[in-house]
């Protein structure tokens, strides 16, 4: 049963990985809510930064990612199967996320192998071979499942834009679209129109995370009321043409009867692709990057949370414990807790408090009433302040050989720590290996890693 519509944007300016992790950032409506994806990549790059600032453009309103990176990391397709495979692991996504997040770099690789007429195994990647689109096929999965989108909703694609023109790549100048794109687009039967961009709009990783997640397709999202929605802008000056896609999440209006074209889901040989004129045209005007590192560290950052709960007197240990497992293994909570009280007829009873994202209501409402039997749950939303927080990582020296350990670091109004918390699996790891007992390790890591982003 399907109780949630979502509707991917994408006919204005087609696709990017950043656009969609800015744009389900939007949604959610927080700016960190990435940081666990980008921590757990800094074992490969402990260079990593992410951030994603507000841009507004045209009256549209979102966000924009913001990254740094070791640009000379290139990854082999046996290391990018490994590494999101481990990073999955890490974040404890579901099968669903799993699910999403593979098909994707399996539609890259698959596209590169046809366009190269290589083996996947003998491909030499390019700009799809850098640890960016790792960020963005997990990241788009794990916000999409932090957001609560996962579980009976039905994803709706318009007919994405492509662009128009060459581009300059690794590979020299290439036409729009470029043979990845093509190769993705035509295997699963995308339609698609040409747009207004003189340039490359949708690229391989925003094409390949298009077609994992679109089961139909609509020629635009006339006619869709949307409840909540996220904008993402990408990073490309399109002149004219506003460079953004939004994610919605609402339902098409009563009167409104969209032209559906299911999604495909398995390789065809390719055949003539149909080309319509993109319809509207849109400002843009350029905007500069920030650059510095202190400009990725937000101040104190504002958002709204909503917290519910629900008060029970009736169940045991083992059913609380599946609950709390429940929604934070499955990604739906940012915190649960259980807290003692007296209720009706002076019975001991626990008030059962979630913290979570506005989206995701529905869903832990449901498991909530489906784990505990009670009738009815509370919500409201709750203005937050969070200190600007980072993740980097430490080189730690134990007996001549060099560890890796990420740590968290949080900072004040004026840049100061107040404090810095290792990475608790990291300090762990080098425990088990060392033999050093972890309350020894903790403050020594802390204390090296404070030395260095003082």
């Not at 209501?361 to 009670?374: C, D, F, P, Y």
């Amino acid at each position: 049963m399907v109780s949630t519509t979502i509707v991917l944007d994408v006919r204005t300016a087609g696709a990017s990985g950043d656009m969609f992790l800015s744009a389900l950032v939007g949604l959610i409506g927080e700016r960190d809510s990435l940081l666990p994806v980008a921590a757990s990549l800094l074992i490969v790059d402990p260079t990593l930064r992410v951030s994603f600032e507000t841009k507004s453009e045209e009256s549209i309103n979102g966000y924009r990612l913001v990254m740094s990176r070791d640009e000379s990391i290139r990854l082999n397709p046996p290391s990018m199967l490994e590494i999101l495979s481990s990073i999955s692991e890490e974040l404890e996504l579901s099968q669903a996320a799993k699910q999403i997040a593979e098909r994707a770099l399996k539609e890259i690789l698959e596209a590169e192998s046809r366009a190269h007429e290589t083996p996947i195994e003998k491909l030499h990647l390019h700009e799809t071979g850098s640890i960016d689109t790792i960020l963005d096929i997990v990241g788009t999965a794990y916000l999409l499942e932090h957001a609560g989108l996962l579980k009976d909703s039905k994803f709706i694609s318009t007919h994405v834009a492509v662009g128009s023109g060459t581009i300059n790549t690794e590979h020299g100048p290439l036409e729009v679209p470029v043979p990845a794109v093509a190769e993705i687009l035509v295997a699963n039967e995308v339609p698609f129109v040409m747009g207004d961009a003189k340039t490359e709009v949708l690229t391989p990783t925003g094409a390949a995370i298009l077609v994992s997640l679109a089961q139909e397709y609509v020629e635009s999202s006339e006619g869709f009321i949307a409840r909540q929605q996220g904008v993402g802008f990408g990073s490309r000056d399109l002149g004219d043409v506003v460079n953004y896609m939004k994610v919605m999440v609402g339902d098409f209006c009563e009167d409104a009867t969209p032209e559906l074209t299911a999604a495909k889901e398995s390789s065809v040989e390719p055949k003539d692709r149909r080309v319509e004129k993109q319809p509207t045209k849109e400002e843009k005007t350029p905007s500069k990057a920030k650059e510095d590192r202190s400009d990725m560290i937000d101040a104190w950052n504002a958002d709204d949370v909503m917290v519910i709960e629900t008060n029970v007197d009736d169940i045991d240990g083992e059913v609380m414990g599946t609950l709390f497992d429940t929604l934070l293994s499955e990604g739906l909570a940012y915190d649960v807790v259980m807290i003692p009280a007296y209720g009706k007829k002076n019975r001991p009873c626990y008030v059962i408090k979630v913290i979570a994202a506005k989206t995701g209501l529905k869903s832990i409402a449901e498991v909530m009433i489906r784990h505990l039997g009670t009738i009815g749950i509370r919500y409201t939303t709750w203005e937050r302040l969070k200190a600007a927080r980072e993740t980097i990582v430490c080189k730690f020296e134990v007996d001549g050989k060099e560890y890796m350990v990420r740590v968290k670091v949080s900072r004040g109004l004026d840049g100061s720590i107040i404090n810095i918390k290792p990475e608790a699996d990291d300090v762990m790891k080098v425990s088990q290996e060392t033999g050093i007992p972890v309350r020894e390790l903790k403050p020594r890591i802390a204390m090296q890693a404070h030395a260095v982003t003082e």
